[in-house]
């Protein structure tokens, strides 16, 4: 089977609508996290089959960018989840009702 | 960009400075951060930025990266500004932030410098990283009060939605690029015509404005708005309110009308649509609400909404009222930011009550509030008035075209009338509230007092000469094209 353009960018949405699903239904924020950085990783599997195919490069030097942000969103948000667990005692989506109506 | 070289130094600067500076002396770090963004501030109406406004379209297509044109320095002096007052609050603020004050002011510069970059971004990569700049750095100015529940619970879920909305950005980059070979927004323009029926890269377009919809809190991406603004601190809600929508409406303009005209012009239903659901939910949302900052929350939603009028009229006219709304709305909702900042300071949560007997407290700061409530209502002779005339003569003018256009005024109206019940509640609080139970007059620095009478001649003038700024605004947008 030849595998070309087509099969990368399935695999592309299939990784995207699975990382927003388990944004959408997990419940504990380090599990949404990591659903998120799944979404972000489609993208860059999008970026470098495109670039691969087109015979383009500029697509994976966004793909370095994408990574170098991701890996600075992670370090923030993951210490503020630890913040927020210690002050809280859990990750849990449901628990961050301090704030309604 | 010697312009955004200066301000991340100064961050760098703040920074360091922090280090060797005593204890007592660090709060005064943020007038020196303010003092030097105003210089900053003014040397833009001085040296080679100015010049640049005078040089034709001819230049810009040649534009890389990064684009200097009069829009762009537009958008830098509207944010320079904004930080100057920002940081100044900022300051008054900081005996409640606890420790770390010198990062919380070396992150409002960061912030800032990714919002320059943004004015000037001419290319997915640059947008991209401008956009990310901003965002991580918001998500930790939101969590700053690491003592506060309110403050940590908004700052994650600022997190969860923003990275949400970075994914969905980010796969619509890879979409547009994928299909068009394109990141420059001039080259994209001259082939985005040939795609406008490609369904992959109308996905992708629909996936980057799900992005900017976000920053920009247009509906249905508004949810995170009212609890990020009520859990932040004071000077960070100001700053996302005026900043990082501003932020949202500069890039939205570019990408609409640079990147990709030919595409854009037949989505004018989609924006009448989100432009009057976005006004009528934040409009009826504020109703019932009895947090200060969470009025201006769904207000700043409901603005969101106003704004959109200019941009869906997709003509010059709108465009140029889009610049003079968000120039008007800065001076309006800082001035509330920093009424709500100096009031509420020894309050745990920023209840209307708390705005009891304000008027025999500090009549300045009564004045101020009512003044800027009334400008956000759009009641001349205020800049807010003159703001919602200029968008809606931009949509009524498209009527006859396309009478969604005459829906989408009603609406606006409707929203406006709606607006006025609770932006007069928080007036009345002010006034004519029975429980009184403080009454100790509230000191303001000097510099805080220069701040917001320096809003409120700006509410006044805007409002009473707008002739000045329309000038303005309608020779920048032609850079647009």
């Known amino acids: 089977m030849n595998v070309g353009l087509e099969h990368y960018l399935v695999v592309s949405a299939l990784l995207f609508a699975l990382g927003l699903l388990g944004v ?17 990783n489609s993208a860059n599997l999008a970026l470098v089959s495109f670039s691969r195919f087109n015979d383009n490069l500029n697509g994976q030097v966004m793909v370095f960018f994408i990574i170098t942000v991701a890996a600075a969103e992670v370090a923030v948000g993951l210490a503020l989840i630890v913040a927020l667990y210690r002050k809280r005692q859990s990750a849990h989506v449901e628990d961050l009702t301090s704030m309604k109506l | 960009m010697s312009l955004e070289i200066s301000v ?10 922090d280090l060797w500076l005593p204890a007592e002396r660090k709060r005064m770090l943020g007038y020196s951060a303010a003092a030097a963004l105003l210089l900053l501030f003014l040397n833009t109406f001085t040296s080679h930025c100015s010049c640049s406004l005078a040089e034709g379209p001819d230049n810009m297509t040649s534009a890389g990266m990064f684009i200097q044109d009069g829009l762009a320095v537009f958008f830098k002096r509207f944010f320079l500004l904004a930080a100057v007052l920002v940081l100044v609050m900022a300051v008054e603020f900081s005996d409640r ?24 971004a001419n290319d997915f990569v640059m947008l991209f990283a401008a956009i990310e700049l901003i965002t ?11 003592g506060r529940v309110r403050s940590l619970e908004a700052g994650v879920k600022y997190l969860i939605l923003g990275a949400l909305s970075s994914a969905f950005m980010v796969y619509g980059i890879a979409l547009i690029w994928g299909t068009t070979g394109k990141f420059n927004f001039q080259e994209l323009a001259q082939v985005a015509g040939k795609f406008a029926a490609n369904r992959v890269f109308l996905f ?24 990020v603004y009520e859990g932040a601190p004071t000077p960070t809600t100001a700053f996302l309110a005026v900043g990082s929508k501003a932020t949202g409406f500069v890039l939205l303009l570019r990408f609409l009308f640079t990147a ?83 009031v509420m300071r020894h309050l745990n949560s920023e209840d209307l009550a708390g705005l009891a007997g304000l008027n025999q407290r500090s ?71 029975k429980e009184t139970p403080d009454l100790s007059p509230i000191e303001i620095s000097k510099p805080m007092k220069m701040a917001v009478c320096f809003c409120m001649a700006g509410m006044f003038y805007l409002g009473l000469f707008p002739g000045a700024l329309i000038n303005y605004a309608a020779q920048v947008v032609k850079s647009l094209k």
């Not at chain 2, 659901?277 to 019932?288: D, E």
């Not at chain 2, 201006?296 to 869906?312: D, F």
């Open chain 1, 24 to 40: 959408i239904t997990r419940r504990n924020l380090i599990v949404m996290y990591m659903s998120l950085e799944l979404m972000l």
């Open chain 2, 8 to 17: 991340v130094a100064l961050g760098l600067i703040v920074l360091l400075a």
């Open chain 2, 97 to 120: 932030i606890g420790a770390g004050v010198s990062e919380y002011y070396s992150l409002i510069v960061f912030a800032l410098a990714g919002m320059l970059f943004a004015a000037s």
């Open chain 2, 136 to 146: 991580i750095t918001f998500y930790v100015l939101t969590s700053f009060q690491r």
């Open chain 2, 204 to 227: 992708g377009v629909v996936f980057f404005l799900v992005g900017l919809g976000f920053k920009i809190a247009a509906f249905p991406f508004q949810m995170w708005t009212p609890d």
């Open chain 2, 260 to 342: 990709i005209p030919d595409v854009a012009m037949h989505w004018n239903k989609l924006l009448i649509i989100v432009s009057g659901i976005t006004i009528l939910y934040g409009n009826l949302c504020a109703l019932p609400q009895r947090n200060l900052k969470r009025i201006l929350g769904y207000s700043s939603i409901a603005h969101a909404g106003y704004v959109l009028l200019g941009v869906a009229a997709l003509t010059t006219a709108g465009e140029s009222a889009v610049l003079y709304y968000l120039a008007g709305y800065l001076f309006t909702v800082l001035a509330a930011f920093a009424v709500i900042a100096l």
């Open chain 2, 363 to 433: 009549p300045l700061l009564a004045a101020t509030l009512t003044l800027a409530m009334v400008s956000l209502a759009g009641i001349p002779p205020l800049a807010g008035f003159f703001g919602k005339f200029l968008l809606l003569k931009a949509v009524i003018e498209q009527g006859p075209a396309n009478h969604g256009y005459y829906c989408l005024a009603f609406t606006a109206l409707a929203g406006v009338i709606i607006s006025l019940y609770y932006y007069f509640g928080v007036i009345r609080a002010i006034y004519w509230s």
